[in-house]
């Protein structure tokens, strides 16, 4: 077994998650991990970095799937006895302009990046070895959200005894109201991926706070943040920030040195805490 630190980016073939294996392969004292759902994807990644002179490894990921998730979970036990560094960084965003119906939207938007992340946090957190960090990629989106929701669904959101399985009841009513048409009514906003990503914001509070009661002295840090408006295949061209600029907030949770004791259970943006 490897004692050499190790760290995996989800979804990083390309956009954000390739920028934050770049510099990850800069500034990490470890094996840095690009994964992708596409194998073929994934390695012309790897290929495009070692032409930069970096040296990523690859494997397979598809938060879509357990058993993908659950291979690379124990890949990373026998290989290395657990990991150092985890970035959920895979998501998905319909266009504005698609015009698939808004429940099936909600369904495929929350598969992934909701439902699909929090499969990753329940296999590979527990591997997470004492000073590891956890970084959640989220969305200020997830804040104009939680603007939009009823004050009912506001305080649900922003409590500190908010269980997951409350959370994952929750976000499976988004979806079962969309169905229904009535999700306004039941005091949703008008935004699947608003809803997935205060979803991911929620989980990661909510993790952070377990990691608090059950393993306080393993001194793991866990944030979710918001990386700007990126220049990607999601958000175009006309976005404000360069993939590498994106990829600075998460690479900095990621990088947190072993002697600090936060920020922990946070919402950040351009690597400062906001007010949930
Ligand atoms: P992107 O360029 O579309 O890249 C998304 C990445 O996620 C791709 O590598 C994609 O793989 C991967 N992915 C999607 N579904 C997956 C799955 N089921 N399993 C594994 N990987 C999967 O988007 P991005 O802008 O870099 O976004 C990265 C993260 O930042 C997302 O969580 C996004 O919500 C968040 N974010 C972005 C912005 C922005 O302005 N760009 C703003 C706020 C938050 P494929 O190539 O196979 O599709």
Redesign the pocket.
Known sequence: MSNVPVAVV??????????IVRALCKQFPGDVYL????PG?GQEAVAKLQEEGLHALFHQ?????LQ?IRALRDFLKEKYGGLNVLV??????FKVRDTTPFAIQAEVTLK??FF?TRNVCTELLPLVKPYGKVVN?????SSSALGGCSRELQQKFRSDTITEDELVELMTKFVEDTKKSVHEKEGWPNTA?GVS?IG?TVLSRIQARMLNEKRKGDHILLNAC??????????GPK?T?S?DE?AETPVYLALLPSDADGPHGQFLSNKTVRTW
């Open positions: 989800t979804g990083s073939n390309k956009g954000i998650g390739f920028a994964t992708a759902r596409d994807r990921l598809d938060i879509d799937d993908s959920n960084n895979a998501g998905i965003a992934t990046n699909g990629v989220s969305s200020m989106v991926y990503k991911v918001c990386p700007g408006w990126v220049r990607t295949d999601m958000a976005a920030k993939p994106g």
